[in-house]
Nanobody, 126 residues
Framework: VQLQASGGGLVQAGGSLRLACVASGRTFSNLAMGWFRQAPGKEREFVAA????????YYADFVKGRFTISRDNAKNTVYLQMNSLTPEDTAVYYC????????????????????WGQGTLVTVSS
């Protein structure tokens, strides 16, 4: 599967962005999806994950209440709505995919995913 992330950009603190990741090359509805990010000089970290049928979602503690992951299987797309952004959210955001074991599983470990997008840069100014 090929993943193409978009929607990044420059935003002021307190603002919002919506990232999108379009998948191609295999049946999207079989895939569990996740978002990760990597800030300059830091390791990649988990942001959010969603099961193939959207029944389950899971978030890193630092984004709870601010970010929302969703998907539209008809459009082969997973979204990350980001609100109340802070400069600490500045990073390259990556979407990731893996074949789901079932309709409920979500995955927060990077090694659980075998397909990655190219990343989209989010910069939050103070």
């Amino acid at each position: 599967v090929q993943l193409q992330a978009s929607g990044g950009g420059l935003v002021q603190a307190g603002g919002s962005l919506r990232l999108a990741c379009v998948a191609s090359g295999r049946t999207f509805s079989n895939l569990a999806m996740g978002w990760f990010r990597q800030a300059p000089g830091k390791e990649r970290e988990f942001v959010a994950a969603i099961s193939w049928n959207s029944i389950s979602t899971y978030y890193a503690d630092f984004v709870k209440g601010r970010f929302t992951i969703s998907r539209d299987n008809a459009k082969n797309t997973v979204y990350l709505q980001m609100n109340s952004l802070t400069p600490e959210d500045t990073a390259v955001y990556y979407c990731a995919a893996r074949v789901a074991n079932d309709g409920y599983s979500v995955y927060s470990r990077g090694y659980s995913y075998d397909q990655w997008g190219q990343g989209t840069l989010v910069t939050v100014s103070s």
